[in-house]
């Protein structure tokens, strides 16, 4: 495995002290979920492809949370806090004071822009460096650029300045090249300039976009890149565009996976974290999700209607209409329709769980069935068992839980019940309605047979003037008919 090599000239700042009013939510906005992760988890994760010699995060609103959340994923990174002047700038102000003796490449992104890829950071990085810029912005153009802070740039095409939209005159606000929030600078324009930058505007922030026009004073080159995909930039700020940034990234994953070898017959109807794993020849149906870190080996056939959870699908098995958390799902298996697969299942190769079945922490042997309508918790079955219909493990007895074990080759009859603790032995059997509460010895038959009593009368005495008591009455005026026939006959 080739080791990445650090870059010791870069250093990477991501911005997450933001409240995000506009989510309306308890939630700080940086830790709402697309693809899996959190929205600074995908900007962490773009950081780390960078191979950055640091990586420092700002927090502030709900400052332990994210903190926790941040550090979590990514511990080798670096948490500061912003204090209490407001802005971009001073977060980065407040950044640059943990890596005090670095003199590179400083880049800065914000933690709601979560679909920017390391190949454009990359192209970013390499042509400020080519330039020999202090600074270099990445740059979209928009046709509605509301709420982006607008690029200014002088007769000659270079980067004047940026203002934001609330400090902008109209003739500026029709700028549609807009900001990114992306920028690479160098660290020691960056310090040095920052100092310089007061809080004289319309939202008394500090801005780190008056950086820009401080530069351009000094007589210092800024450059800017226009990226190649625009959507790559979008911020989220509310819930639709988290709604949005998740379509698009779902939409990236899925296309990875269909270049990967992957069948996926509806991409809009099919949702894929960025956590999840797809072999080749794996085939995907509509309304299917594959979501945290779910693998599903070649050949499976994964839908319709199904949603994975961290599940390992095995080669050539088949998982329709299923909703399945942590369950493992082996080589050949076929599970469902309609089957609730509840975390610590395991389902052995070639084994089956049908139609209305729910597992929860079982183990079901190789070629095993459980094929319909039947509940099995807290259970081991060997292999080569077949449970007949209706099939219950009674595992709870108010108190505690306790366990089934049923041994190989076990033929169980429909409606069965087994009361845990208890344990079937191989080869055994079970009649029809069967509530087993004993041990079945290897090789026997467990029957729960009572005699059949049939009380005569009992629904027009106890349920009189119902439909039922009417009917009953009128089949025994039909049948004395047929008795007093009968007799006239013989």
């Not at 080798?76 to 407040?94: K, L, N, P, S, Y």
Request: net charge negative.
């Amino acid at each position: 495995m080739t080791e990445t090599r650090i870059d010791e000239s870069l250093a990477v700042i991501i911005l997450a002290a933001g409240q995000g009013t506009r989510m309306r939510s308890a939630l700080p906005k940086v830790l709402h979920r697309i693809g899996g992760r959190p929205l600074v988890g995908h900007v962490l994760d773009t950081a780390r492809d960078l191979a950055p010699a640091h990586v420092v995060v700002v927090v502030r609103h709900e400052r332990d949370q994210v903190a926790d959340a941040v550090l979590g994923v990514a511990p080798e990174v670096v948490v500061v806090d912003q204090d209490e002047i407001a802005g971009t700038g001073r977060a980065v102000e407040v950044a640059l004071t943990a890596v005090p003796d670095f003199d590179g490449d400083v880049l800065v992104l914000s933690a709601d822009v979560p679909l920017l890829d390391a190949q454009t950071l990359e192209a970013l990085v390499h042509d400020h460096r080519a330039s020999a810029a202090a600074a270099t912005l990445l740059t979209a153009v928009l046709d509605d650029p509301t709420g982006y802070g607008r690029i200014l740039r002088d007769a000659d095409g270079t980067v004047a300045r940026i203002v934001e939209q609330k400090d902008a005159t109209p003739v500026e606000a029709a700028v549609t090249e807009v900001n990114a929030g992306v920028y690479v600078f160098q660290a020691a324009s960056l310090r040095t300039q920052l100092s310089l930058v007061g809080t004289d505007n319309a939202q008394g922030e500090k801005y780190l976009t008056d950086v820009v026009g401080l530069l351009r004073s000094a007589d210092r080159v800024v450059a800017a890149s226009v990226v190649r995909d625009v959507a790559l930039t979008l911020g989220v700020n509310d819930r639709a565009q988290l709604s949005e940034a998740g379509r698009l990234l779902n939409a990236r994953t899925v296309r990875r996976w269909q270049l990967e070898g992957a069948t996926i017959v509806d991409p809009a109807t099919t949702w894929i974290d960025v956590t999840a794993t797809l072999a080749p020849d794996v085939t995907v149906l509509p309304n299917t999700q594959i979501l945290r870190s779910t693998a599903v080996a070649a050949g499976a056939v994964i839908g319709p209607d199904t949603t994975l959870v961290d599940c390992e699908v095995g080669e050539g098995a088949t998982v329709k209409r299923t909703d399945a958390t942590l369950a493992v799902i082996g080589a050949g298996a076929t599970v469902g329709p309609f089957a609730y697969l509840r975390p610590g299942t395991v389902l052995a190769a070639s084994g089956k769980i049908g139609t209305f079945v729910e597992t929860k922490n079982s183990t079901i042997g190789a070629g095993s069935k459980v094929p319909h309508l039947s509940y099995i918790g807290d259970t081991t079955i060997g292999a080569h068992v077949n449970l007949g219909a209706g099939a219950i493990t009674a595992n709870y007895d108010d108190l505690a839980k306790h366990r089934t074990e049923i041994g190989d080759e076990v033929h169980t009859g429909s409606h069965n019940v087994f009361v845990a603790p208890v344990r079937i032995g191989d080869g055994a059997k079970t009649g029809a309605g069967a509530v087993i509460r004993k041990d079945v010895p290897a090789g026997a038959l467990a029957l729960s047979v009572a005699p059949q009593r049939n009380i005569e009368g009992w629904v027009e005495k106890n349920r009189p003037g119902t439909g039922a008591a009417q009917a009953a009455a009128q089949a025994g005026s039909s049948q004395k008919a047929d008795d007093g026939t009968q007799e006239q006959d013989g």
